[in-house]
């Protein structure tokens, strides 16, 4: 999951159709792990509320995660304003639980 820590919450982008949006609209209590060493052997999951963003995000926090992920979206052989087209829907998560393993 790609996505921007701002010390409050996870902003993610998703594209629309996503299942994950239904899914989110159904039941907002939502789990994100995510590996905490290059090798993938440390695991951090958040659990936490999330939340389908219908106003627009403030543009230094989408200018900081497209920043943070300008060469995955180069892989994608995509630029920048085509991921933000494809990749339109703001999802924030606020975490509520943090868990190591």
């Known amino acids: 999951v790609w ?5 409050e919450d996870l902003l993610i982008f998703s594209q629309p159709q996503a299942g994950k949006i239904r899914q989110i609209a159904a039941h907002p209590q939502v789990a994100l792990h995510f590996n905490s060493d290059e090798a993938g052997n440390e695991v951090v999951g958040f659990l936490g509320e999330a939340r389908i963003v219908h106003e627009p995000v403030p543009a230094d926090r989408t200018k900081a995660y497209l920043r943070k992920y300008r060469a995955g979206i180069l892989d994608l052989e995509m630029t920048p304003a085509a991921f933000q087209a494809d990749y339109r829907v703001p999802i924030l998560v606020r975490p509520t639980v943090l868990r190591g393993f």
């Open 3 to 7: 996505f921007h820590w701002n010390g």
